[in-house]
């Protein structure tokens, strides 16, 4: 996992902390698993850092999410990050607590920024003590940044607090090592690590101590990630019922009689989209918003660009459009997409221009994700659809042109070279002049990897979400129609459309064109499904895990 990198070095200062100068390491905790519980302190060394010390394989995707995220923000990052393995050798062993020091010391002397990912909290049961002893014996600086443990957060992503009012005792013990159950024999809530393999011993000999083979237990695997999996049981079926739920570390056991409010507080696994796999089939520049929507509600986004956005093939009647702007030649700009936007402020710094001129210009937006971008210029649109956010939906609102009030009768369409004619038939008719300018184009991605193309055709995606209706044929066109059990979730009627001509049956339809709009009505299906499963009694499963024979697919 280790990436050769060429990293600029910088003069070791001693007095100076080591996260954010040469010397020393920072032991940084990545919490238990989701990635948003990073805190903000062990985010922003991250971005920073020049050599990163890793303990498992999903540390390295994890420093790269963090980057990238700053990258879209606008935010400063090192160019370039080094992997080092820092829990397993070339052998592929796992490294010995003095091993894994003798790493982090001989990267800390380089004089980078270094900073050491640990699981949870680098200080709570992990390496971290043992680690940051050493640095210290070197003579170098070295800070800890706390993570949150997965002693709490996965109990708590499990709807299992480990106190209550009348539970206010709790013990935490690990498993792997010999344990006095003694000690614990009236300890109101037990957290166990480390125990699937010895719940069974673990669990006889604490009935023999006398607590009662009823007493609540709760075991819960991969917790705070979107592959959680909690069973209830007791202590007398706790052993056959983890066996037969095929339950494997890394897993968190709890004990007691706070397991029995998981049934009212259980949050995270009853999220309407918990786990489905959706495919989101566009660019890539477009498809942030709409992940980030679909993980809140549960969702395992898997983005496949369908759609790539080209500069025009005739860059001059954008460059007469900009200039005139500049000398004042229209009444108003009308933006039909963000692409658009980021088309025309593309052209703007290739002219070393900015937002001023755009001074005495009426801007229009056909919707708020494009009035949002055109803020983001530090603009604000004049005109956004009160309706329906759709160019016809912009045509209802805009003005007729009045000779008496407005000065110019032209108006600025950048836009995409597929865009249809209606929003220009619509401003002659009201009166306008149309400078109808191709600011971008878009054409067919290339084909996703062959196991993405399996998955979608064999039934591997619980959800696809089609926001327009080039991402319906040009996903089909690279990878093929998705298998009939995929629940297929549309952005508006003319995607629905386009959908049933290619053979597919719509599950979902926003009920406005808007993403955030999308991502609810696909959450509210997939609630009403989960709802009815409840109801009949039936196990809750995922549109994936069934494969329904004849549904969807049109003669």
Not at 155 to 162: R, S
Not at 458 to 485: C, E, M, W, Y
């Amino acid at each position: 996992m280790t990436r050769a990198t060429t990293v600029k070095k910088t003069a070791p200062t001693p007095a100076t902390p080591a996260a954010t100068h040469g010397g020393g390491v920072a032991f940084v905790g990545t919490g238990p698993g989701d990635p948003d519980l990073l805190t903000v302190r062990a985010v922003r060394l991250i971005e920073d850092a020049d050599v990163v010390i890793t303990e498992d394989p999903g540390h390295a995707d994890l420093v790269l999410a963090v980057r990238s995220r700053a990258v879209v923000t606008g935010e400063e990052t090192s160019a370039e990050v080094e992997f080092i393995d820092g829990g397993f050798g070339e052998d592929g062993q796992p490294l010995t607590h003095a091993a894994r020091a003798k790493v982090v010391v001989k990267q800390a002397k380089r004089g980078l920024r270094i900073v050491r990912l640990l699981g949870g909290d680098p200080f709570l049961y992990a390496s971290g003590p043992e680690e940051a002893q050493a640095v210290a014996k070197a003579g170098l600086a070295f800070e800890v940044v706390p993570g949150v443990s997965s002693v709490g957060a996965v109990p708590a992503y499990a709807g299992i607090p480990l106190t209550t009012k009348d539970h206010r005792e709790v013990a935490v013990v690990t498993c792997g090592e010999k344990v006095d159950w003694t000690r614990y024999r009236d300890t109101p809530t037990l957290v166990l690590l480390s125990a699937v393999g010895q719940i069974g011993e673990v669990a006889k000999q604490l009935i023999a101590l006398g607590r009662s083979p009823q007493t609540p237990v709760a075991m819960t695997r991969v917790g705070t990630t979107t592959e959680q999996q909690t069973i209830t049981s007791t202590l007398e079926r706790i052993a056959a019922d983890a066996r037969a739920a095929r339950m494997s570390p890394p897993a968190i056991t709890v004990i007691g009689a706070v397991v029995d409010l998981r049934e009212k507080l259980s949050w995270f696994e009853t999220k309407p989209l918990f786990g489905w796999r959706v495919l989101v089939p566009r660019t890539k520049e477009q498809s942030a918003s709409l992940s980030n929507r679909l993980r809140e509600f549960g969702g395992v986004p898997e983005e496949v660009p369908t759609i790539s956005v080209e500069p025009p093939r005739n860059p001059q009647q954008m460059d007469k459009a900009v200039r005139g702007l500049v000398e004042g030649r229209y009444e108003w700009i009308a933006f039909t997409s963000v692409n658009a936007v980021k088309a025309v402020r593309e052209k703007f710094e290739e002219y070393g221009l900015d937002a001023r001129a755009f001074s005495g210009l009426k801007i229009a937006a056909v919707g708020d994700k494009t009035a949002q971008a055109i803020g983001a210029w530090g603009l604000r649109a004049d005109l956004v659809p009160s309706g329906e956010q759709s160019a016809a939906g912009l045509l209802a609102d805009w003005p007729e042109y009045d000779e008496q009030l407005d000065p110019i009768n032209r108006v600025f369409l950048p836009r995409a070279d597929i865009a249809t004619e209606n929003l220009v038939a619509g401003l002659i008719d009201l009166g306008w002049e149309c400078d109808d300018v191709t600011a971008y184009r878009t054409v067919r991605a290339a084909p996703p990897p062959a196991p993405t193309r399996d998955a979608i055709k064999t039934g591997k995606f619980d959800a696809v979400v089609f926001t327009s209706s080039s991402t319906v044929r040009n996903l089909v066109g690279i990878a093929g129609k998705p298998h009939p059990s995929t629940i297929i979730a549309v952005i508006g009627p003319a995607t629905a459309k386009t959908a049933e001509e290619h053979g597919l049956r719509v599950d979902v339809l926003a009920p406005q064109p808007d993403v955030d709009l999308l991502v609810e009505a696909l959450a509210g299906f997939g609630a009403a499904r989960r709802a009815e499963m409840l109801e009949n009694g039936d196990p809750v499963t995922k549109p994936s895990d069934r494969k329904p024979s004849a549904r969807r697919r049109k003669a």
